[in-house]
C-alpha cells in the first residue's frame, strides 16, 4: 500500500525554526515530485513549495520565500521543508503529496496531487 507519512510538528515560538520530513512506503519517492501543503484552522489547504524528481527544480508561494526551503536527501527517500523565522501565521497542518504519475512537474494545485500523507501539525504560539 502507498502511504505518504510525515515528521517533524510540533510547538515552536515566533522566530523560530522548525524541519519537516516527508517519507514514503510502499514505493519511492526517488520519480515524484514532491509538495508540501498546509491547512491552518478554518482555511482551505494551500500549497507552500514542492521538489521535482532531481531536486534542481523547486516552485514555491510567496509567502514560503526566504523563509522556507525544500530539499531532498541523496537517496531521495525523504524530502524536507526547512522552515524560519515561523510566525503565528504558519500554524496549520502541513500535508506532504505527490501526484499521480512520476517525472512531472505539476504546478501547487491541490487538484494536481493524488495521494497525501496525514499531515504533521505545527504550532507557532508565545
Known amino acids: 500500500q502507498m502511504q505518504l507519512m510525515e515528521f517533524g510538528g510540533g510547538l515552536v515560538k515566533p522566530g523560530g525554526s522548525l524541519t519537516l520530513s516527508c517519507t514514503a512506503s510502499g514505493f519511492s519517492l526517488k520519480t515524484y515530485t514532491v509538495a508540501w501543503f498546509r491547512q491552518a484552522p478554518g482555511k482551505e489547504r494551500e500549497g507552500v513549495m514542492n521538489i521535482d524528481d532531481s531536486g534542481n527544480w523547486v516552485h514555491y508561494e510567496d509567502f514560503a520565500k526566504h523563509r522556507f526551503t525544500i530539499s531532498r536527501d541523496d537517496a531521495k527517500t525523504t524530502v524536507y521543508l526547512q522552515m524560519s523565522e515561523l510566525q503565528v501565521e504558519d500554524t496549520a497542518v502541513y500535508y506532504c503529496?505527490?501526484?499521480?504519475?512520476?517525472?512531472?512537474?505539476?504546478?501547487?494545485?491541490?487538484?494536481?496531487?493524488?495521494?497525501w500523507g496525514l499531515g504533521t501539525k505545527v504550532t507557532v504560539s508565545s
Open positions: 503529496t505527490v501526484p499521480r504519475d512520476e517525472y512531472t512537474r505539476p504546478s501547487l494545485e491541490e487538484k494536481e496531487y493524488h495521494l
